[in-house]
């Protein structure tokens, strides 16, 4: 007797393995259409009716979730247990003592260990498949390790400098650092603690993908957390903050790096990461030169978190007699925009001299073909990341000397220079200043052009507002960054 055809979305096949994974870059690679094309490969590869596929992607669609794309099945579900504990035990500590030695002992060898001692205490012996399974969910590297396979070991262990990545969310890296600087609550403005910062950067354009910002210790919470900001458009979330920076970084990346902490190697992460596509890549521990750009990320961070009032510094010594308790003024809110700021302003507005843009690339042929073909002299003003791309281009390097403009010192030059700013204001009345607000304008500008240009500006628009219309010393002493007069009235 013959038996009738099953329908795959409704029994599960016999060869299942891949499957869902298929389906998924199938599809993505059709735009998420489902072409003629998509129909006969499926149908090729793993015997898919047209109608069924169709049901598939229909699901697919409105989950997004890997698992959606498979055979519904029958009867346990996977990931289930259903072995008494006792001989889950038996068989976690056979495997640990006995097979992960550097004998190399087979699996046979550790079946025949796992039947006398489940013999011995009166427990039903499991069958081979449980604890193949159990020896596959282990961690391929930490195998190799324990084993003493070194070829295996190097093979899947990254060396500094290999690390490569030809396209946008191919790859990203997370991490967690505590912040060097104290917050404070949102009534009384006490001091509460140092929050927990999570980052993802997206290796290929060297772009913060996403962050959370906690007071609570590091878990998968915060980790999924980071990764919800990191994938889905920022655009409400910066509205909804008075942020005007566009933040462009969305979408699934293929695989998430991270190192070997509790909450990377989840089963809810895990899980999470095969329903979306994601691999996830956890390096060896106490290695964090494999993570160098996260590491590299969280180090820039940090370095401009100490500019900030309630720092910590990097270190004991460093803070010194500072009291960064009675000098904390951030609360978690205003905290995590200004990160949001750091990051979209400031972070993503830098050039990397390993990775220039297109624009950026654009601008030193230009350059090179003013000084080569014109046979122009060239003088090129700019910051500090502007220079480094220079230095990174060897014709230019050879041909531009480097000068350094010094700061504004509060002397005479720097009387002169305030003035003729100060000239130019809208302003209907004269501004006089004293010698000791233009020492203090001096510092509050860092003796950086820029931001003497900013600060007065600010205080003639509030000079107008005012209706005094000229800038005097009460106003420059009294002038705060805009974060910090946030923090005063919140």
């Not at 942020?243 to 991270?258: D, F």
């Not at 000098?327 to 990397?352: D, N, S, V």
């Not at 050879?398 to 305030?418: G, I, M, S, T």
Request: hydrophobic letters at 40%; proline letters at 5%.
């Amino acid at each position: 007797m013959n038996s009738s055809p099953t329908d795959p979305d409704l029994n599960q096949q016999a060869n299942n393995d891949g499957r869902e994974e298929f389906l998924r870059d199938l599809l993505r690679g059709a735009g998420g259409k489902v072409t003629a094309e998509v129909v006969s490969t499926a149908h090729a590869e793993f015997g898919i009716p047209r109608s069924t596929l169709f049901r598939l992607v229909a699901r697919f669609r409105k989950t997004q979730r890997t698992s959606s794309l498979g055979a519904k099945k029958r009867g346990t579900q996977e990931g289930a247990v259903r072995l008494d504990s006792k001989t889950e035990r038996i068989i976690a500590e056979q495997v640990e003592r006995f097979w992960l030695k550097k004998e190399k002992p087979s699996i046979a060898a550790l079946l025949s260990r796992i039947r006398v001692v489940c013999l011995t205490e009166g427990l039903p012996v499991p069958h081979r498949n449980t604890v193949q399974r159990r020896v596959s969910n282990l961690t391929p590297i930490t195998v190799a390790r324990k084993r003493g396979q070194s070829e295996i070991e190097a093979a899947s262990t990254p060396s500094p400098g290999q690390l490569s990545v030809s396209k946008p969310n191919a790859l990203w890296q997370i991490d967690h650092t505590v912040v060097d600087v104290i917050v404070v609550d949102e009534r009384y403005r006490e001091p509460i603690g140092r929050p927990v910062l999570t980052i993802a950067i997206d290796v290929c354009t060297r772009m913060v993908a996403g962050f959370h910002l906690s007071l609570e210790a590091p878990s998968s919470v915060s980790v999924g957390l980071c990764l919800l900001h990191a994938i889905y458009d920022k655009t409400a979330w910066l509205n909804e903050r008075g942020i005007e920076v566009p933040w462009p970084v969305a979408g699934i990346p293929e695989v998430l790096h991270c190192d070997n902490g509790a909450e990377f190697r989840s089963r809810a992460l895990f899980s999470a990461c095969k329903e979306y596509g994601m691999k996830l890549q956890v390096r060896p521990p106490a290695t964090p030169r494999f993570g160098g750009h996260i590491e590299r990320l969280i180090g820039t961070m940090m370095g401009a978190v100490h500019l900030l009032p309630g720092t910590t510094f990097g270190n004991v010594k460093i803070r010194g007699e500072y009291d960064s308790e009675d000098r904390a003024i951030f609360t978690m809110r205003e905290l995590e925009k200004w990160i949001a700021l750091e990051i979209a302003g400031k972070y993503h507005q830098r050039i990397h001299g390993s990775l220039l843009r297109p624009k950026q690339r654009v601008i030193l042929q230009l350059l090179r073909y003013l000084s080569n073909e014109i046979k122009a002299s060239l003088v090129c003003l700019g910051v500090s990341e502007a220079r480094d791309a220079i230095a990174g281009d060897t014709q230019l390097a050879r041909r531009l000397d480097q000068f350094v403009l010094p700061r504004w010192k509060a002397d005479e030059e720097f009387q002169e220079f305030v003035t003729a700013i100060l000239r130019s204001l809208p302003l209907k009345l004269p501004s006089v200043i004293s010698s000791q607000s233009l020492r203090h304008l001096s510092r509050l500008g860092d003796g950086i052009t820029a931001r003497v240009f900013g600060i007065l500006n600010e205080l003639a628009i509030e000079a107008i507002q005012e209706g005094t219309e000229r800038i005097t010393d009460e106003h420059i002493e009294s002038w705060k960054p805009a974060l910090e007069k946030e923090a005063a009235f919140a």
